[in-house]
Nanobody
Framework: QVQLVESGGGLVQAGGSLRLSCAAS????????MGWYRQAPGKERELVAT???????FYEDSVKGRFTISRDNDKNTLSLQMNSLKPEDKAMYYC??????????????????????WGKGTLVTVSS
């Protein structure tokens, strides 16, 4: 089991920046992939950015060039630096980890398969 706790959400004006963090605990040595997802009201959850154990990132097209995902293995944290925020970025942001056993981690990094463990989310609001 892995426990994930997100922080860093808040209210920001369009064009501003926020940095989300996710603290992982528990069986952290089992983590083979991590990522950030978001869900806006009335919409389905979508992948924002993921990162493999080796540190290779993957981004959803709408955030490329604006968001940066990073992982600190020593501190067991995952971060998402969000710049040039837009009103359409408003959503609940969730941290997730661990591709299911028997599934190639690449499948989770690319968003083909959902990850196993999820945090409770942190809310990002962007005002226009």
């Amino acid at each position: 089991q892995v426990q994930l706790v997100e922080s860093g959400g808040g209210l920001v004006q369009a064009g501003g920046s926020l940095r989300l963090s996710c603290a992982a605990s528990g069986n952290i040595y089992s983590i083979n992939a991590m990522g950030w997802y978001r869900q806006a009201p009335g919409k389905e959850r979508e992948l924002v950015a993921t990162i493999s154990r080796e540190g290779n990132p993957f981004y959803e097209d709408s955030v490329k060039g604006r968001f940066t995902i990073s992982r600190d293995n020593d501190k067991n944290t995952l971060s998402l630096q969000m710049n040039s925020l837009k009103p359409e970025d408003k959503a609940m942001y969730y941290c997730a980890s661990n591709c299911p056993d028997g599934t190639m981690p690449t499948m989770c990094v690319l968003g083909v398969v959902d990850m196993t463990y999820w945090g409770k989310g942190t809310l990002v609001t962007v005002s226009s």
